[in-house]
């Protein structure tokens, strides 16, 4: 059909142009962070903290799409802003992950050329400038996307409430209510230094909406909690396996880094 896409040879991000022709666009996400072009003298990125503020209730739903999984929040009492946002005020609409087959990829941005194991996203939008997700989706300064790279190490307690929830959500389209509360800030980091760049949705359809928000700081997550991400499956429950492919897993979810072309990359913070 018309809005079928995923990360197969077949359907998979070279292709993507065909049906989405925003993804060839000159503002496109990922990207590569070359570090030594970040640019840091920019007072304003420093002169305004960046801040975030979650309610211990925002996360309500954890759902299988089909190629991640996503926890659906209420936007209510969430707030992002400060940094390249400036002034404006971004509420949470929903976080989801990105991972590989193995542990030495799966992150969409790398550094330096390197892949991290996974990348987490907290999607958010300007709440200042549009009334609606839908509308902000389409403007160039609608969504704000912190990144979290993933590594592998121990276990992460906030990340297992959600690796235990995951096997009622193994097939596709399928929803579990979250009861035990699941605290989004605590899947950040604990130092605040970030690169930011101008960029866009890094799923179809690729919108250049995006404000990127990447923690330079890594959470680690152990190899256990990425294999249980790994056994999401890409087709709903009862229907056939299609075996020929990884027997339907959810793997290699990531888009490969686009040019970044002339736009500037800054950074604030180590
Ligand atoms: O991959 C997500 C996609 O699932 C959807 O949530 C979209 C808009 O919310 O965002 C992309 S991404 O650019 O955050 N990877
Ligand atoms: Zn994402």
């Known amino acids: 059909s018309k809005d079928e896409w995923d990360y197969s040879i ?17 503002r496109q996400s990922p990207v590569n962070i070359e570090t030594k ?7 304003a990125l420093s002169s305004k903290p960046l801040r975030w503020k979650y309610p ?19 936007g209510e009492g969430t707030f992002l802003s400060g940094g390249p946002l400036m002034d404006d005020v971004y509420k949470l609409e929903q976080y989801h992950c990105h991972w590989g087959c193995s542990d030495s990829r799966g992150s969409e941005h790398t550094v330096d050329g390197q892949a991290f194991a996974g990348e987490l996203h907290l999607v958010h939008w300007n709440t200042s400038k549009y009334k609606t997700f839908g ?15 993933l590594k592998v190490g121990k276990t992460h307690e906030e990340m297992d409430k959600i690796a235990r929830l995951l096997p009622y959500v193994s097939h596709k ?10 605290d989004p800030g605590k899947l950040l980091p604990d130092d605040n230094g970030y690169w930011t760049y101008l960029g866009s949705l890094t799923t179809p359809p690729c919108n250049e909406s995006v404000t990127w928000i990447l923690f330079k700081k890594y959470i680690e997550v152990s190899h256990h909690q990425l294999n249980i991400f790994r056994n999401l499956r890409k ?13 339907g897993a959810v793997i290699n979810n990531f888009r490969p880094p686009m040019p970044l072309g002339n736009r500037v990359l800054r950074e604030c913070g180590s």
Request: hydrophobic content about 35%; charged content about 25%; some cysteine.
């Open 10 to 26: 077949q359907n998979g991000p070279s292709t993507w142009v065909t049906k989405f022709p925003m993804a060839a666009g000159s």
């Open 37 to 43: 072009r970040a640019e840091s003298d920019h007072e």
């Open 56 to 74: 211990a209730t925002a996360s309500r739903k954890l759902v299988n799409p089909g190629y991640c999984w996503r926890v659906d929040t209420a």
């Open 135 to 149: 509308e902000a989706a389409k403007a160039s300064d609608g969504l704000a996307v912190l990144g979290v790279f």
């Open 173 to 182: 389209d399928e929803v579990v209510e979250i009861t035990e509360p699941i």
């Open 235 to 247: 087709f709903p429950r009862g229907e056939e396996c299609p075996c020929h492919e990884n027997h």
